[in-house]
């Protein structure tokens, strides 16, 4: 099946610094990611929709310029968490959306998969 | 996408089948039922879906009722490594499709 694949997969860093994790589609072109968060024993929540080439639609209560995304490539995009403080500590999952899905009436199955998560701890 | 309701935690005992009942009564006509799991600090793991007809693969059993209120997972056989948190979902899809997770349901299969 197809693989998307996140890096890294855990880091920790001091307070005030920046931490960037990828998201790559690693044997399909996604024309379409998203970015969640999940906090300890919560459920997944949708941070940002990152679409390729064009700038991302942020979810309410999320701040777009602290959780910078870039999706520059069909099969890369970034999040980026500026200024990191303890409370942005959790575990990060990108899910990508393959671009053959794109414009055909909806299957379903197989359009939409998720990488391994990166957890992150701040200091 | 339509609210799903599901109960917060289930135990199964190995071997035997599992069914994870998931209320959406509000679902409306062009929204699929899609199941997705998640084992403990990994991502989401797709399982199947369904419009209105049931549907089997290789991991999994879906049934469906004939008002699409509610729908029924079916792991047949379950086993320990299927201990994972269940999350039943009613999304639309299209070009803008995201999937909206709720709180899910804790299947713990027990030796």
């Known amino acids: 099946g197809a693989v998307v694949s996140q890096h890294p997969s855990w880091v920790i860093c001091k307070s005030g610094t920046s931490v960037k994790i990828e998201c790559r589609s690693l044997?399909?072109?996604?024309?379409?990611m998203f970015w969640y968060r999940q906090f300890p024993k919560q459920s997944l929540m949708l941070m940002a929709t990152?679409?390729?080439?064009?700038?991302?639609?942020?979810e309410q209560g999320v701040e777009k310029d602290k959780f910078l995304i870039n999706h520059a490539s069909l099969t890369l995009s970034t999040l980026t968490v500026t200024s990191a403080h303890p409370e942005d500590s959790s575990f990060y999952i990108c899910?990508?959306?393959?671009?053959?899905?794109?414009?055909?009436?909806?299957?379903?199955?197989?359009?939409?998969?998720f990488g391994e998560g990166s957890r992150l701890t701040v200091l | 996408d339509a609210k799903t309701t599901q109960p917060p935690s289930m135990d199964c005992a190995e071997g035997r089948a599992a069914n994870l009942p998931c209320n959406h009564s509000?679902?409306?006509?062009?929204?699929?039922v899609y199941w997705y799991r998640q084992i403990h600090s990994q991502g989401p793991q797709y399982i199947i879906h369904?419009?209105?007809n049931n549907e089997t693969n290789e991991m999994a059993s879906l049934i469906i009722t004939e008002d699409r209120k509610s729908s029924t997972l079916i792991l047949p056989h379950a086993t320990l490594r299927d201990t994972a948190v269940y999350y039943c979902?009613?999304?639309?899809?299209?070009?803008?499709?995201?999937?909206?997770f709720g709180k899910g349901t804790l299947l713990t299969v027990n030796p």
């Open positions: 044997d399909f072109q996604a024309t379409t």
């Open positions: 979902i009613a999304s639309s899809g299209g070009s803008n499709y995201k999937l909206t």
């Open positions: 509000t679902i409306s006509g062009n929204e699929y």
């Open positions: 369904g419009l209105k």
């Open positions: 990152s679409n390729e080439g064009s700038k991302a639609t942020y």
């Open positions: 899910s990508a959306r393959d671009k053959r899905a794109s414009g055909m009436p909806y299957r379903g199955t197989g359009e939409l998969f």
